[in-house]
């Protein structure tokens, strides 16, 4: 059932970003969009900016539990984890379609599992992620926003796409849980109702992932 859910959002979303949202001009696209990789933010809305940001925020946030879960699948998950990094949702959806059942992770967590794995990483995301909040949110000309996800397809798409892996942490959390030998619970409830924070709060509090720690199936 939930891989027919997450390949409805993944062939619903893709429809919709390519069909269904406000198509713009190009050329404007493009100089919004080159502004935004290239720093040039003082003449862009801060909200515009802290959400462009904000979404390479999150896909090194997914980072922190693909890779450990990828470590129990035989579908590679930095494939995906690394495709986040241009494409947000487009590139994790597949992912929780293909990736199949859990497999046991034998031996000792790698370096860089461990890297990912470390509080200390989430803590700076979670530091990070506030402080573009903070903002786009006190410093962001929200009805400018607005007018902009309405004309603009690269903002609309964006902002959804935003919205979608904020939705979709709390299912990283409910897979994650088993593999810390923590029953679904308060965490999952948690990470569900506060948006982001829930989800990064976690990260920072979560047991280290073990050699003894096995999936469950």
């Keep these: 059932m939930r891989q027919i859910v997450f390949a409805s959002l993944w062939i619903g979303f893709s429809l919709y970003a390519f069909l269904g949202a406000p ?13 935004l990789v290239n720093g040039h ?14 979404m ?3 896909p090194l946030v997914y980072c922190c539990f693909l890779f450990a879960d990828g470590r129990e699948r035989k579908l590679p998950a930095w494939i995906f984890a690394a495709g986040m990094m241009g ?7 597949p992912y929780l379609v293909f990736r199949g059942q859990r497999t046991h992770a034998d031996g000792e967590p790698s370096a ?37 996800w309405q004309s603009q397809q690269f903002v609309h798409v964006m902002t959804l796409d935003y919205l ?54």
Excluded: H
Excluded at 23 to 35: E, I, K, N, V
């Design 112 to 148: 860089f599992l461990r890297f990912w794995d470390s509080r200390w990483v989430a803590v700076v995301l979670l530091a990070i992620g506030a402080g573009l909040m903070a903002y786009g949110g006190w410093q962001g000309d929200w009805d400018g926003f607005l007018k902009l």
């Design 23 to 35: 198509q713009s001009d190009p050329d404007s696209t493009l100089a919004l969009l080159t502004d």
């Design 41 to 54: 933010f003082s003449a862009l809305n801060p909200l515009l900016v802290a959400e462009f940001n904000l």
């Design 87 to 93: 494409i947000g949702g487009f590139a994790l959806l």
């Design 164 to 217: 979608l892996l904020c939705a979709l942490l709390p299912v990283m959390v409910y897979d994650d849980l088993p593999r810390r030998d923590r029953s679904v619970g308060g965490w999952f409830w948690a990470s569900t109702c506060l948006p982001f924070f829930g989800p990064l709060l976690y990260l920072c509090l979560r047991p280290s992932l073990g050699a003894s720690a096995t999936p469950s199936s």
């Design 56 to 58: 390479g925020v999150l």
